[in-house]
């Protein structure tokens, strides 16, 4: 048979997808067997030895026999798992905030090698001044490995108004920075590492952590909001993460609650930032809007001791929170809304008067439906969020890894070659 | 090889997912090659060849060579076309409105067959007279068919707030009814026809037949607004139409954009729908808040003559509407955005008003790239709608119907069996 170009092209186009969705899937579920992988990805099992072999070949994934009998073992030979190989390529994450830096070494598998912090203000900081910071934290930090991971791309987590296609920072208010080219400043200062470099809105790459293995984790609708001086959202439809035509996606801090209210950072009145932003959030509790993380602890500390001051300004954050909410519930009916960041921060004090404003706005049917949580990752959420922008082209398309030389695929009772670098944030870290 | 029961499972799924697949690509697109259903399906041409078989002996689809030669010809023998048979199965489609009744046989491909229409107030009707009304417009309907279609399901565009599941309308406020199993109702008055009920809001069936056929064809990220009563919205979002997590998604007029505002049909306050919608209009202009069509009518025909009241009025919807696209094109980032329905007919008169509050709230990436646009399909949107909700069905699952017992593929040069039926809507009625 004869077969025509077009053929051949429909067909790379297929195996290229089929190596991304594998990779994907593996990527967030973990270990699975050759047949979990047949069956979740709907390909017969010579394909998916095929995939296999080829992301073995990249050093993306390996195989291994399980290092415990499943539940109820079955007769035969054992089934290996198919897993992300360790020693694969890793995103450096770069974490900007108010109030310090954060680094880390994460690899496929929200495999964190690595993580580090050094507290200081970025707000008085200029952004070279900042990234030179940031570029010593993480010579430092490369330097406690015990050997030099395959760095793919950095990720990078700012607090801010970010273009996606080269890392411009528009505003950072809490930083002070306007108009800077955060991408292309952090692409020569890091220029030693030879990586591409891309830039998120902290918010935004938090609530897809959440989205991915958080509180969203298996839904198919799903909204994460996300407190951090401004709101960001992570919305997930069907299954997919909301991108719009062009990225830009999500702003939902930027749907107008009231029309003739105070005018917003983006230059239009009453946006739904303006009523439950951070800076909303101090200024009704007589403190300094611009007061960042610290003020916030200390009305946090106020709320705890009962303040009424303290309350009353949480709960009127709480009221507009559902009014939003609401909307969006009307909008997209989601199975499940995740508040993280400052939202998850306030909601002891917010969540009556949210879930009496959502009851009353949104309607009976989405309304009685959606189920109202808080964000599970944590803090580790942005630098979780900035791996995932840094390796996204790997899981879009695998082949861009090169062929490692080594497409031995490592089947073994014991763990073959125990990852040289592999655990996570220690707890303490964690909690810093 | 030994091929588990899953993998047969997963096969039969592949299979069901590509009758659908195919099926749809004609029933949006029309006429396709056998090479061209290959590369835009991405499968190979021995699979399109079975798929293609199945469908025909399903009564669905039929294969013919092409009337004209192709615009560049190419050597060796013409290429056969798939198209729909538009002897395959069809949807009775009924539109209930305030001041007509009009019914339609469509089929796949959107090939309507047939389509009358009655004058009459069903504000002043039971839900049981306007039934029987119907009743007697599709009996005269088909017995003015050459022979019977062969009718698959029966779907009903309705003014109001309907349950999906089984069509019950909750309230219809330009019809007067409240509670009606509108469902029911019909199910029982036809069940000479004996076939599936299926009943949609008015506004939301025209969004989405713009979404397929209208304005919003071929764009993977559109929004269409159907002012009808209250507002509906047609939301694509990567090619794919929002449902949510149990279909209710979609609901943009009770998005809050005015906290304290008039209280809203739905129970809330401030809903978009009370400053957009038909209501809002007629009441801003000194008219009958429930005037319906004739009020507005009445309105338009004041704009035109310039008469102040009515221009304000209409660009103060105008305003509003800017103020909510403004919010809808932040959170989706859609490449295009239709008026149609009622905003199609102020268009004119709220453009204006409406651009520059967009102008003024959309963040500048997604503000500057979206298209603005009027729906393009008119009136005829309703009956469409409600033919694909009546078909949806099918086109999910085409092995519902049953082998036709003639599998014949036929191929001839000429059209080799003349459509019995396939007359589109003449200019005239079209108007009406």
Chains 1, 2 share one sequence.
């Not at 699975?32 to 992988?37: A, N, Q």
């Not at 993460?241 to 209210?261: F, I, K, Q």
């Not at 609401?326 to 508040?339: C, E, I, M």
Request: proline residues 6%.
């Amino acid at each position: 048979m004869v077969r025509s170009r077009a053929g051949d092209i429909a067909q790379s186009e297929i195996r290229r997808n089929n190596l991304s969705r594998m990779l994907s899937e593996l990527h967030l579920r973990g270990s699975l067997t050759r047949s979990e992988l047949a069956a979740s990805l709907r390909l017969n099992r010579s394909t998916v030895a095929s995939l296999i072999a080829e992301l073995a070949a990249r050093g993306l994934v390996w195989e291994r026999l399980r290092d415990k009998p499943a539940p109820q073992p079955t007769p035969g030979r054992p089934s290996p798992v198919v897993e992300i190989c360790r020693e694969g390529p890793a995103a450096l994450a770069l974490e900007l905030s108010t109030d310090w830096i954060r680094a880390a070494v994460i690899g496929l598998g929200a495999c964190v090698a690595v993580s580090v912090r050094k507290d200081l203000s970025l707000a008085s900081s200029t952004p070279e001044q900042a990234l030179d910071e940031a570029h010593d934290l993480v010579g430092s930090m490369l330097g406690r490995l015990d050997h030099g991971p395959r760095l793919a791309a950095i990720g990078v987590s700012a607090p801010g108004a970010v273009r996606a296609e080269d890392g411009y920072v528009y505003n950072a208010p809490n930083l002070g920075w306007r108009d800077v080219p955060l991408g292309s400043l952090i692409r020569s200062r890091f220029s030693d590492l030879g990586v591409p470099v891309f830039v998120g809105n902290d918010a935004d790459l938090a609530a897809c952590a959440e989205h991915m293995r958080g509180s969203g984790r298996g839904t198919a609708d799903f909204i994460c909001l996300w407190g951090e001086g401004g709101i960001g959202a992570g919305i997930v439809v069907g299954g997919r993460s909301l991108s719009g035509a062009a990225g830009y996606a999500g702003e939902v801090g930027h749907m107008t609650v009231d029309p003739d209210g105070a005018q917003c950072h983006c230059g239009s009145h009453g946006c739904w930032e303006t009523k439950v932003g951070e800076e909303a959030l101090l200024r009704r509790s007589g403190r300094d809007p611009n007061g960042g993380s610290a003020a916030v602890a200390d009305l946090l500390e106020a709320a705890e001791r009962g303040e009424s001051g303290a309350l009353a300004a949480m709960a009127e954050s709480g009221r507009w929170l559902g009014i939003g909410i609401a909307g969006l519930v009307n909008v997209f009916n989601p199975s499940r809304v995740a508040l993280g960041g400052l939202y998850a921060r306030i909601n002891p004090y917010a969540r009556q008067a949210l879930e009496h404003e959502l009851g009353r706005r949104a309607m009976p049917a989405p309304g009685a439906m959606v189920e109202l949580t808080t964000a599970s990752l944590g803090a580790d959420a942005l630098l979780l969020g900035a791996a995932e922008l840094a390796l996204a082209p790997i899981l879009r398309n695998p082949a861009i890894v090169p062929l490692s030389g080594d497409a031995t695929v490592i089947i073994s009772r014991r763990r073959a070659r125990p990852p040289s670098y592999g655990w996570t944030l220690a707890p303490a870290e964690a909690r810093r």
